[in-house]
């Protein structure tokens, strides 16, 4: 590889990943980026005025087009400003790179933040790069870190004296990856045993059915069990708010949980956080004799509060399709005139 400047492998990175846009508002610990951008006609700059806009376009373009989006921060100051909504990106497991020019790696009397610290909480990883070699290596585990399920935000720290270093590194990009999580058909029959006897059925869905294209196999699951359908405070679009089985977002508070599932003896929560509230709920949510059956491919939400009856960790779309036959394959025709009567109920 010839020699050049680690601001020029940054960008060759970013071709590599595929990356056409910026996200960003530059500081001057950036400014070599912005001069190496002047010569590149392919990856176009979105300037913003303030940094949680660019946080909010990438997390909007990432939810879109399924591909992680690429930001970069000023520092510590502009990088603070982006945490709320840093913070949403990681509630929602939305892929993203975010980066930022730190201070030279040398100044070490005058002080350095540790920036991958103060992003932490909300990352699925992070590192700093303090020197010209090992940039393509680091932001390779980036992109592929982001972009492996269950996808999340990643950070890099790139301090300022790396892009102007000379480096021969090798651009290799993170490369494909086949992301679809199978359910084992154990747990499927399992569930399916379960929901095919529920009175009182209910849906739970959060931003994950439509991150792995589980909204048609969620509306098939409701109508074929003539399930209530609930969204989660702050979800993408997880289910068609005109269909009849539609009953509204459930705000993060327990009581409004309660309320609202009091009769539900079956509870599919699908890619979702189950019951996420900001105090301690003194008695359960569920009734007693319900059953809970949790679908994630991030399996760190499953039974994360609540214990589960059924657990499956696997791809939202691939679960929910093969518990929709499982279940047709199982329902009694007094099941189906039940199912009708329910559905009837909630129109």
């Known amino acids: ?51 949680g806009v660019a946080m909010g376009m990438a997390d909007g373009y990432a939810r879109e087009t399924g591909q992680p989006a690429f930001v970069n921060l000023h520092i510590e100051t502009g990088l603070s400003n982006g945490l709320s909504l840093l913070f949403n990106a990681s509630a929602g497991g939305t892929p993203m790179v975010l980066t930022s020019a730190n ?25 700093e790069v303090t020197r010209a070699d090992q940039l393509g290596r680091v932001m390779r585990r980036a992109f592929r870190t982001a972009k492996t399920p269950p996808t999340g935000p990643t950070y890099v720290s790139i301090a300022q004296n790396v892009l102007d270093e000379l480096t021969d590194e090798e651009v290799i990009a993170s490369g494909d990856l086949g992301t679809a999580v199978a359910a084992d058909q154990v747990m499927i029959e399992r569930a399916a045993d379960v929901l095919v006897g529920a ?24 109508e074929l069990v003539g399930a209530a359908v609930y969204g989660v405070s702050y979800p993408a679009m997880v289910f068609p708010t005109s269909h009849d089985h539609w009953q509204g ?99």
């Open 103 to 127: 201070s030279d790696v040398d100044k070490v009397a005058e002080g350095r933040t540790d920036l991958v610290e103060l992003t932490r909480p909300f990352t699925k990883w992070g590192a």
């Open 249 to 347: 977002l459930l705000p993060p508070y327990v009581p409004f949980y309660r309320e609202a599932l009091a009769d539900v003896d079956v509870l599919v929560a699908v890619g979702a956080r189950v019951f996420h509230d900001f105090f301690k709920a003194a008695t359960d949510v569920l009734p007693s004799d319900a059953k809970l059956i949790q679908v994630d491919i991030n399996q760190d939400e499953i039974a994360r509060t609540e214990p589960v009856d059924v657990g499956i960790w696997a791809d939202p779309g691939r679960a929910l399709q093969g518990l929709c036959s499982a279940v047709a394959a199982l329902q009694t025709d007094a099941q189906k005139a039940a199912v009708v009567h329910r559905s009837a109920l909630l129109a």
């Open 1 to 51: 590889m010839s020699i050049r400047p680690g601001r020029e492998v940054l960008l060759e990175i970013l071709r590599a990943e595929g990356v056409r846009y910026i996200f960003g508002n530059p500081g001057t610990t950036e400014g070599a980026i912005m001069h190496a951008l002047e010569a590149c006609g392919d990856l176009e700059y979105f300037l913003v005025t303030q940094e």
């Open 199 to 222: 009175k009182r059925p209910a849906l739970l869905v959060g931003d994950r059915v439509a991150q792995y294209g589980a909204v048609k196999p969620a509306v098939a699951l409701a």
